[in-house]
């Protein structure tokens, strides 16, 4: 579904991917892990091109989406986001933060959007908010109508930037079952995460990242019960 | 001692003093905000070949200039320079408009700079991920958070317009400071035409104040944060 073909990525002189090349496949789960400053946001952020990759092509889809003539606001409509900060719209209250886009993007109908918005909020079990402000949820509260925000658009992949590395500790639970009731529904996911027992238990393949590459993949079993390259041997023992 | 009692038979000439400042701030704080946002988003401008912007570099310089020159200065100028180097003839009372429109919408600009700066970046992102272009989120996303930073700092500059409707005096205008002066002139009372003008002002200044924090308070109740 994505290919990412020689992804580089520099902030200034500073590299931060250094040829990456991954293929997420349709219904497959993706988790990145690995240490902080290693990538693994910057390569999730690269797939809908929040941030542009400085050489490389990202293929979604069969269109290369790092071409100048890409439509990426088309793109992005097809792909979900769900941020570290949530990044909900304060000024919205809840029902309409999950009904801007598919009204103003994907210019449905409001009729539509809005039974569609309720049937997520129950989804995310928040049926009793629908009129609440963000200010008024808590961080958990808030990451599961960010989801259900994005789900509002029909993505055909879901983008995970940590989503819960924001959140006390007693409410990381409840968004990790929204996104696991996600998963069984067959949703193509990259999730990066530091929530280990989390990534083991839900992705088909595990991505470690080092220092802008990819040191490791495979199965959970194979890089959490048997690494091979030295680094992961010494992060993994520093988090479990 | 000071004597207002000579002074009843002047108070039309306030009045009409009042009428002249108040349109004269009205016209400029309309114009201004529309020029100031205008010049905001062509400073913000990325359109341009290779590094070099145009747009958002005449934006800047417009501002340095109105910023960096004195108001008095900049009314003289375009009330002398239109006739001497366009060769229309514009009226004191245009050109006091246009010099303190053009002077108030560079600080409005940096007012609306700071204001959009202020609404944490993550909103932009939220909203382009989810399909909107840069404009729409900036029409649904970003401006209305923004226009809740921008509002308390904008009232200030809109107070500073009234007040500086008084340098329009200097060619001739006949607002409330030139009304004190010719009552000054009538009467030869040297204090109480000045401190009848700035009680006017004072009434004018905070009523406006009143005014916009209520707009702020009608905005801020609009979410609950």
């Known amino acids: ?240 | 001692m000071l004597d207002f009692s000579s002074l009843d038979r002047y108070i039309p000439k306030f009045l009409e003093g009042l009428k002249v400042t108040i349109g004269l701030s009205i016209a400029t704080v309309i114009l201004a905000t529309v020029l100031g946002f205008i010049i905001y988003f062509m400073k913000a401008s990325k359109s341009g070949i290779g590094k070099f912007r145009p747009i958002s570099a005449f934006a800047v310089v417009f501002i340095e200039l109105m910023r960096g020159t004195p108001l008095l200065l900049q009314i003289l100028l375009v009330f002398s320079g239109g006739k001497m180097l366009l060769g229309i003839d514009i009226s004191a009372f245009q050109s006091a408009v246009i010099a303190i429109t053009l002077n108030a919408s560079a600080f409005i600009a940096e007012i609306v700079r700071a204001g959009i700066e202020a609404v944490d970046k993550g909103q932009m992102e939220a909203a382009r991920s989810l399909g909107m272009s840069r404009s729409l989120a900036m029409r649904l996303v970003i401006m209305p958070q923004a226009i809740k930073n921008i509002l308390p700092a904008i009232g200030n500059e809109f107070v500073n317009i009234i007040k500086a409707s008084s340098m329009a005096s200097v060619i001739g205008v006949g607002e409330l400071t030139l009304a004190a002066k010719i009552v000054q002139g009538a009467t030869y009372l040297a204090l109480e035409p000045l401190i009848i003008s700035a009680v006017f002002y004072l009434i004018l200044t905070f009523s406006l104040g009143r005014l916009m924090s209520w707009i702020e308070r009608r905005f801020k109740s609009s979410d609950i944060r």
């Open chain 1, 1 to 240: 579904m994505i290919y990412v073909k020689d992804l580089y990525k520099n902030f200034g002189k500073t590299p931060v991917l250094s040829g990456i090349n991954q293929h997420f496949k349709k219904g497959e789960v993706t988790v990145i892990i690995g240490p902080s400053g290693s990538g693994k946001s910057t390569l999730l952020r690269c797939l809908n091109l929040l941030e542009a990759p400085t050489s490389g092509s990202i293929i979604f889809d069969g269109q290369n989406i790092t071409d100048k003539k890409a439509d990426i606001n088309k793109i992005r409509q097809r792909m979900g986001m769900v941020f570290q900060q949530f990044n909900l719209f304060p000024h919205n209250n809840v029902i309409n933060n999950i009904m801007l886009a598919p009204v103003h993007v994907k210019r449905m109908p409001q009729q539509d959007i809005y039974k569609r918005g309720l049937e997520l909020l129950s989804r995310v079990g928040l049926s009793s908010k629908e009129k609440d402000y963000p200010a008024s949820l808590s961080g958990g509260q808030k990451q599961r109508i960010a989801i259900a925000r994005a789900l509002a658009m029909d993505p055909e992949v879901m983008l995970f930037d940590e989503p819960t590395s924001a959140l006390d500790p007693e409410m990381v639970g409840e968004v990790l079952d929204v996104i696991k009731n996600l998963i069984k529904e067959g949703m193509t996911m990259v999730i990066v995460t530091h929530e280990m027992g989390f990534a083991r238990e839900v992705g088909d393949r595990i991505l470690f990242m080092d220092r802008g590459t990819i040191l490791e993949e495979g199965t959970p079993e194979e890089v959490f019960s048997n690494p091979k390259h030295q680094r992961t041997i010494e992060f993994l023992s520093k988090v479990l």
